[in-house]
């Protein structure tokens, strides 16, 4: 019965590990249909060679520092470990390796390649796994504190803030450190929209993202008798509600629409498995209107140059989400209990705080020594010709 258990739990870990790297796809196509033409090669191979150098990274040095695992032994005592531990590995990189998918749509168009990928190694092997080691492994007992202080742990059940406010705040110092895309901001106060090349291929990516998430989601029960009908449907209304929300606040923008979904999921996978299915239909909604919102006000007010949103969409909604899990969590308002508003404020900043201070040391020393930015010729004949000496179209259309 213990080895049905262990086989039934690898193959369920495992569909997850492979639903959630199916949505690596949803970042590349995204990020491809977001950006203008002669950037969409490049926005394929950052998503591919990112989570290919993330792999070995945390293989190596992440998943230690998060974990205390090491895989430095040989086959025999590897083999030793049940395919259930080898899997969780699987498992939990791809969520590792989402920070830079997300950190890259932020920084498109215009940053360097190999630069970006030294900080994708960095961030993967020791600012993510850090605070993954304290939210989800009990590290340096920060865990017991805020339960000491508040009632309850931090609660982050499929990674709200470990995940995606880390990836989104991280990113913020990038963008800002990058600048504007040369013409985005002119010096008469015009603004050049510097459109989507393809509302199809955004569309794709984000329906393939929507898809994944269910595993990104449900699947971080981790074994198959503690899945939970609640995460899933929990995951749905929050989508839906992000959808709707997104609709009217961006006036039917088709950019907007299929990003409220991603909101309304980043925002919802913190309290998924303990919200009410219509306080994870409100948390999905706020989180549709915190994105149009400000996705408008960077863009059109502020002048900060995030591409796809990521500040916003990741940053902010992933906040929102640590937050919300305290307020719709609560037996209060429907929710399971188990969970403190305070311990959910601490918990979430501490990841806030620890992002934005991974982000400037990077990103500010890679400016400082090798440089973030391509040329100002390599960023106007656009990445794919400057980085990969080759466009994505034959004919060498490009939409300038």
Not at 39 to 45: F, S, T
Not at 50 to 75: P, Q
């Given at each position: 019965m213990e080895a049905l258990k262990q086989g039934a739990d690898t193959l369920f870990i495992l569909l997850g590990a492979i639903m959630v790297l199916a949505m690596h796809a949803g970042f590349a196509f995204l990020e491809l249909g977001t950006?203008?033409?002669?950037?969409?090669?490049?926005?394929?191979?950052?998503?591919?060679?990112?989570?290919?150098?993330?792999?070995?990274?945390?293989?190596?040095?992440?998943?230690?520092?998060?974990?205390?695992?090491?895989?430095?032994?040989?086959?025999?005592?590897?083999?030793?470990?049940?395919?259930?531990?080898?899997?969780?590995?699987?498992?939990?990189?791809t969520f590792a390796a989402a920070i830079p998918a997300i950190i890259s749509g932020g920084i498109a168009e215009r940053a360097k390649f190999w630069p970006q990928l030294i900080a994708t190694g960095v961030i993967v092997g020791v600012i993510y796994p850090f605070f993954e080691g304290i939210a989800w492994n009990q590290h340096f007992g920060i865990q017991a504190w805020i339960k000491a202080l508040t009632g309850e742990e931090f609660h982050d059940f499929a990674g709200s803030v470990v995940v995606?406010?880390?990836?989104?705040?991280?990113?913020?110092?990038?963008?800002?450190?990058?600048?504007?895309?040369?013409?985005?901001?002119?010096?008469?106060?015009?603004?050049?929209?510097?459109?989507?090349?393809?509302?199809?291929?955004?569309?794709?990516?984000?329906?393939?993202?929507?898809?994944?998430?269910?595993?990104?989601?449900?699947?971080?029960?981790?074994?198959?008798?503690?899945?939970?009908?609640?995460?899933?449907?929990?995951?749905?209304?929050?989508?839906?509600?992000?959808?709707?929300?997104?609709?009217?606040a961006g006036k039917n923008d088709p950019g907007?629409?299929?990003?409220?979904?991603?909101?309304?999921?980043?925002?919802?996978?913190?309290?998924?498995?303990?919200?009410?299915?219509?306080?994870?239909?409100?948390?999905?909604?706020?989180?549709?209107?915190?994105?149009?919102?400000?996705?408008?006000?960077?863009q059109n007010k502020w002048k900060i140059d995030d591409v796809l949103g990521v500040w916003p969409l990741h940053g902010l909604c992933g906040t929102w989400g640590g937050i919300a899990a305290g307020i719709f969590g609560s037996q209060a308002l429907g929710g399971l209990g188990g969970v403190s508003l305070g311990g959910q404020l601490i918990g979430?900043?501490?990841?806030?705080?620890?992002?934005?201070?991974?982000?400037?040391?990077?990103?500010?020393?890679?400016?400082?020594?090798?440089?973030?930015?391509?040329?100002?010729?390599?960023e106007f004949d656009g990445a794919d010709l400057s980085i990969h000496k080759t466009s994505a179209t034959p004919d060498h259309e490009a939409n300038w």
């Open positions: 950006v203008r033409r002669k950037n969409q090669v490049n926005a394929l191979v950052k998503i591919l060679v990112d989570f290919s150098l993330s792999t070995v990274v945390y293989f190596l040095v992440g998943y230690g520092v998060a974990y205390g695992t090491s895989f430095l032994v040989g086959a025999d005592q590897l083999i030793a470990k049940n395919g259930y531990e080898l899997v969780k590995f699987f498992f939990l990189l995606h406010a880390v990836g989104g705040w991280i990113a913020l110092p990038a963008v800002l450190l990058l600048g504007a895309r040369s013409n985005r901001y002119r010096k008469d106060g015009a603004i050049s929209a510097h459109p989507p090349s393809s509302i199809p291929f955004l569309a794709l990516g984000a329906w393939i993202l929507i898809v994944g998430w269910f595993g990104f989601n449900v699947m971080s029960a981790q074994t198959q008798d503690k899945i939970s009908g609640l995460v899933a449907l929990n995951s749905l209304m929050a989508m839906v509600g992000g959808t709707l929300v997104a609709l009217l907007f629409v299929h990003n409220g979904p991603l909101a309304g999921l980043v925002a919802v996978c913190a309290g998924s498995d303990l919200m009410h299915p219509l306080g994870a239909l409100v948390v999905g909604g706020v989180a549709g209107g915190i994105f149009v919102f400000m996705f408008t006000l960077t979430t900043a501490m990841g806030v705080t620890w992002a934005l201070v991974g982000g400037v040391m990077v990103y500010g020393a890679l400016k400082y020594t090798m440089g973030l930015r391509l040329s100002q010729e390599e």
